[in-house]
């Protein structure tokens, strides 16, 4: 399902932009800054990775774990689920809806956690400056340094329930909603919503 290219190393980045060590300008912590909100998220994320009693490879699922739990306060994967479908989304009964967004929360868990434990190396993370789209949206320009390369991020914030949480990462013109909303159109020409989540459990739990 997913194509070995740039772009499948942009979707690895996305634990990286979570989680990694990073820069950023002194902020005033208020309720419209999504900034603050990834600022903190991100420092806990990186006293985990720099955690040298969770740095032996027999302690890697616990610290995947970790940041998985960590990663599930700042990514809104309900709403990233949602997306992904778009217009298909109704065509899920509302069991199979909460069934795909499990079943691609669970994906997505699997894909990117142990990439992020494996190659973390110290690299760091900078904000440039977040533009405050409405009460409820925001965007926040980052970049990290990786094997002497930038690479430039949007993040795509919402507030829901009072709390800032990401909705999409864009990197060289890319959304990664829109990468997986592609794939899922492909293969719902030939899946049903029922194989399309099997497919996905699949992927999330392979068989040992």
């Keep these: 399902m997913e194509k070995i290219t740039v772009q499948n190393k942009i979707l690895t980045a996305i634990m990286l ?7 950023v300008p ?3 912590a208020d309720g419209d800054n999504a900034l603050e909100t990834l600022r903190i998220k991100f420092e806990e994320g990186n006293r985990l990775l720099d955690d040298t009693e969770l740095a032996a490879p027999e302690r890697w699922a616990e610290k995947e774990e970790k940041l998985w739990l960590l990663s599930s306060q700042i990514f809104d994967y309900e709403l990233i689920s949602r997306m992904v479908l778009g217009s298909r989304w109704d065509e899920f009964t509302p069991a199979q809806q909460n069934e795909f967004t499990n079943a691609f929360t669970g994906f997505l868990r699997r894909t990117y956690v142990p990439r992020l434990v494996e190659r973390y190396n110290g690299e760091r993370v ?3 400056r977040q533009n405050l789209k409405s009460p409820s949206r925001a965007d926040v320009e980052a970049y990290f340094m990786w094997l002497n390369r930038k690479f430039t991020f949007n993040i795509s914030m919402v507030k829901r329930q009072g709390d800032w949480k990401i909705c999409d990462i864009s990197a060289l013109g890319i959304s990664t909603v829109k990468n997986y909303r592609a ?6 020409l030939s899946d049903t919503p029922a194989q399309l989540i099997a497919r996905l459990n699949a992927r999330a739990h392979p068989a040992s």
């Excluded at 932009?17 to 820069?23: A, F, K, N």
């Design 26 to 28: 002194s902020l005033s």
């Design 183 to 188: 794939q899922f159109r492909w293969l719902l």
């Design 17 to 23: 932009v979570l989680t990694l060590s990073l820069r």
């Design 126 to 128: 900078y904000f440039v």
